[in-house]
């Protein structure tokens, strides 16, 4: 588990700004998943009306799509949506039961403020969330690493395994993709960064001194 602890400013934010913590939002991200599975299994060309086009928001003013664009669905399996709607509550859940909802709320928020940024001043479409939902499933398994999943629902993992796996496409696909695609990732993932960066390098600076310290009586 990584021991953050949670950054002076965004205390005093919190105390500042306590409206913005929305309790359970998991139920707001599963409807939206739910409400884009429904209507594109229904009319495929739907998927085209919810996807974030930018020039279709800013040319056609078609501002709806700032907020639709998360009700991409991961899947089009009917079994699947509904271990991703269960995962996804889980995870959210963990989070704001650790963190609380401002907080929560926050690190959502940091993601989607930030994706919709982007892609509005490069022209970057959005077409699915998975790497939002990634963001999510990171942020739970650096908190919960020893929480066991079941893949399949049989196969038993602890989270930590499948960050690692996670954590080993993101890098492979920013070696991989175009400078546009990498960019989007790096602002995507800041939220990521933000809240466990901090964290991250104090750990790495312990590490680096106890083996400094060892090494000095070899």
């Known amino acids: 588990m990584i021991l953050e602890q949670s950054p002076k400013w965004l205390r005093q934010l919190e105390r500042a700004m306590p ?70 509550y889980s995870m959210l859940d963990w989070l704001e039961n650790e963190w609380g909802s401002f907080k929560t709320t926050f690190y959502i928020l940091v993601s989607i403020v930030l994706t919709i940024a982007f892609s509005l001043i490069f022209s970057y479409p959005v077409y699915d969330v998975r790497d939002f939902n990634s963001t999510l499933f990171l942020a739970a398994a650096s908190l919960f690493p020893e929480q066991e999943i079941s893949i399949f629902g049989i196969i038993p993992v602890k989270m930590k395994y499948m960050a690692y796996l996670t954590a080993a496409f993101i890098l492979y696909r920013l070696f991989t993709g175009s400078w546009m695609d990498r960019c989007f990732m790096l602002v995507i993932y800041s939220n990521y960064l933000l809240f466990f960066g901090p964290a991250m390098l104090t750990e790495l600076r312990d590490w680096k001194r106890r083996r400094d310290y060892k090494n000095k009586f070899r």
Do not use: H
């Open 19 to 88: 409206w913005l913590a929305i309790p359970r939002i998991s139920i707001i991200l599963i409807t939206l998943q739910a409400f884009g599975f429904l209507l594109i299994s229904s009319d495929p060309t739907w998927a085209t009306r919810l996807a974030l086009f930018p020039e279709r928001v800013l040319q056609q003013g078609e501002w709806w799509r700032l907020v639709t664009y998360l009700s991409m669905p991961l899947t089009m399996g009917i079994i699947w949506m509904v271990f991703v709607c269960w995962f996804l």
